[in-house]
């Protein structure tokens, strides 16, 4: 079955660095685009981030974009999603994401809190 599983989350002040990682298996990883999502508490999940199969292409929200990169490792089946400059809008569970056959399928989430 599709597993998605994120970690790298945590306390970060603002202006810091954090890289997510999220290890995917049940699928063949090499062949989607994955996605980073987040939910801060109240909001609807708000997309972060894509990165097609192939590498060859990436997207991002308007409030990622210059401060977050998005890569994947098709080797290792991770996804990554590196944060520069976070602020405290930033504060989120971060998620990750694949579409399998129709079905959405998402990681428990990682916790990322900005903050001095």
């Known amino acids: 079955q599709v597993q998605l599983v994120e970690s790298g989350g945590g306390l970060m002040q603002p202006g810091g660095s954090l890289r997510l990682s999220c290890a995917a298996s049940?699928?063949?990883?090499?062949?989607?685009?994955m996605h980073w999502y987040r939910r801060t508490p109240g909001k609807e999940r708000e997309w972060v981030a894509s990165?097609?199969?192939?590498?060859?292409?990436?997207n991002y929200a308007d409030s990622a974009k210059g401060r977050f990169t998005i890569s994947r490792d098709n080797v290792n089946n991770t996804v990554y999603l590196q944060m520069n400059n976070l602020k405290p809008e930033d504060t989120a569970v971060y998620y990750c994401?694949?579409?399998?056959?129709?079905?959405?399928?998402w990681g428990q989430g990682t916790q990322v809190t900005v903050s001095f």
């Open positions: 994401n694949v579409k399998v056959a129709w079905t959405n399928y």
């Open positions: 049940g699928f063949i990883f090499s062949g989607r685009t």
């Open positions: 990165i097609a199969s192939t590498n060859t292409g990436t």
